[in-house]
């Protein structure tokens, strides 16, 4: 099989046009996600690592491993719902960017990292402490009893985020869990955030 891929900065569309063995001609378009997945299904080269940088969309860095995909993905901000200590909450999610690495063979996820923003900047962009409850050490979210499942990863990050709180604490300003969730009920104030030192580029380098 002989395939050509068109990229382009302003889509997270991928052109991919393919000769088949039987010589017949097929067209289709597809998101860079499934682009890797096409690449490694026509390959037929053993590989250690697999990266793609797509900084101008909505996946921003896919690598693979023989065991692990790895995701960083950018979600703007939206309104959740969520609950805390048996007590439901609607509330403005501030644009975060997320990793998650999932088990290729289980289809589960092993780890997710979370960050969230001000000014989207591409590479340069100023990464800040996550600041929502349930936070571990290294930026990571502590998932509790949350299902592992990740065959979507956006999905997978939308069920932790849309979970069960259950940490007294934040990892920002505000520092009381309730009194957090009160103060972000109608609109997320992005000054109560703390930075962490890391930019978006960084990041991606050390998740290596």
Do not use: W
């Not at 990229?7 to 890797?36: T, W, Y």
């Not at 960017?97 to 590479?123: H, L, M, P, Q």
């Amino acid at each position: 099989m002989e395939m050509v891929m068109r990229f382009s900065d302003s889509s997270e569309d991928v052109e991919v046009l393919s000769q088949l063995d039987n010589g017949a001609i097929e067209e289709k378009i597809i998101n860079v996600k499934d682009c890797a997945k096409e690449l490694l299904r026509c390959s037929s080269v053993e590989y250690d690592l697999m990266e793609i940088n797509n900084l101008d969309g909505h996946v921003l860095h896919y690598s693979r491993t023989s065991e692990i995909e790895r995701y960083v993905i950018k979600l703007s901000e939206r309104k959740i719902k969520c609950t805390y200590k048996g007590k439901g909450y609607s509330l403005v999610h501030p644009t975060s960017i997320f990793s998650i690495d999932i088990n290729i063979k289980e289809k589960v996820y092993t780890r997710i990292n979370a960050f969230c923003i001000k000014e989207y900047k591409g590479a340069k962009t100023k990464l800040y402490r996550y600041p929502f409850p349930n936070m571990l050490g290294s930026n990571s979210i502590c998932t509790g009893t949350i299902s592992r499942e990740a065959a979507d990863p956006v999905e997978a990050i939308m069920n932790v985020i849309e979970g069960n709180y259950t940490h007294d604490s934040t990892s920002c300003k505000i520092k009381e869990t309730k009194e957090f969730f009160q103060a972000i009920k109608k609109e997320f104030p992005y000054d109560i955030l703390e930075d962490t030192g890391i930019t978006l580029e960084s990041f991606i380098k050390t998740k290596r």
